[in-house]
């Protein structure tokens, strides 16, 4: 899998991204493009008596660019940050920034949709990716969406509800019955609460998606038992739904 799309990182270097054009990860802050300032009412929280670095929050914005020479593709971010204190060895810093995105345009792939992937699952998966940083609720609809049209792909006729088409999945594909079923209680949520889905619960719900889809679609044989029964604890209703 990728590295997650909401990994801290520094103002001189980004994680290893994959670029949205190529799938590379070659993607790089382009000098002289990352811009950050830190809102006004956070330093005035910082300069009271008691107030801590981690009271200033920060706002930026830079420009990725992908380092293969065939591609160059641009992509902007922005996103916040944080001051933090540094308890490293006498003479370092006495504190560093960290940030973390929340826009990428056009967005980053969260995973690597495989290429044998139905077109009608991979869209709203991708469409997703643009949306989970920001509006998480929205992603989880749309993960919802592509989770009906692999039921559709994988056989599984309209019924009156998703649990009972992931309920009749064929023989071949029960194995991963426990955790479609856990991100359908995700998609649920994310249609009935405003705040209920956070990012990380779709950054999880990625995780495991790409390992079913690697599956089917892969031959992958990786566990991913825990996280599908961690995000199933989560969201699974006290009654079935």
Not at 94 to 102: D, G, N, S, T
Not at 125 to 146: T, V
Request: proline residues 7%.
């Amino acid at each position: 899998m990728n590295p997650s799309l909401l990994t801290h990182f520094t103002e001189n270097h980004c994680p290893n991204w994959a670029c949205p054009s190529c799938h590379s990860t070659s993607l790089a802050i382009q000098e002289g493009t990352f811009h950050y300032a830190a809102l006004p009412e956070s330093v005035a929280r910082w300069k009271e008596p008691e107030g801590e670095y981690e009271d200033i929050y920060l706002v930026f914005s830079c420009l990725l660019k992908c380092e293969r020479a065939r591609c160059e593709m641009v992509v902007a971010v922005s996103g916040s940050g944080g001051v933090h204190q540094n308890y490293g060895e006498d003479g370092d810093e006495p504190h560093y920034e960290l940030f973390q995105a929340r826009h990428f345009i056009p967005p980053l792939p969260a995973f690597a949709v495989p290429p044998h992937c139905p077109e009608n699952v991979a869209q709203p998966l991708m469409q997703s990716f643009g949306l989970f940083l920001s509006a998480p609720n929205a992603a989880a609809n749309a993960i919802r969406i592509a989770l009906e049209e692999l039921m559709t792909a994988l056989g599984v006729p309209v019924m009156r509800s998703l649990h009972s088409r992931i309920e009749a999945l064929p023989e071949q594909f029960s194995e991963h019955k426990a955790a479609l079923m856990a991100i359908k209680w995700l998609g649920n949520a994310g249609s009935h609460a405003l705040d209920r889905v956070n990012a990380f619960d779709i950054d999880q719900a990625y995780r495991i998606i790409e390992f079913v889809l690697s599956k089917l679609y892969a031959g992958s044989t990786k566990s991913i038992k825990q996280l599908a029964a961690d995000l199933d604890k989560r969201f699974r209703p006290e009654q079935g739904n």
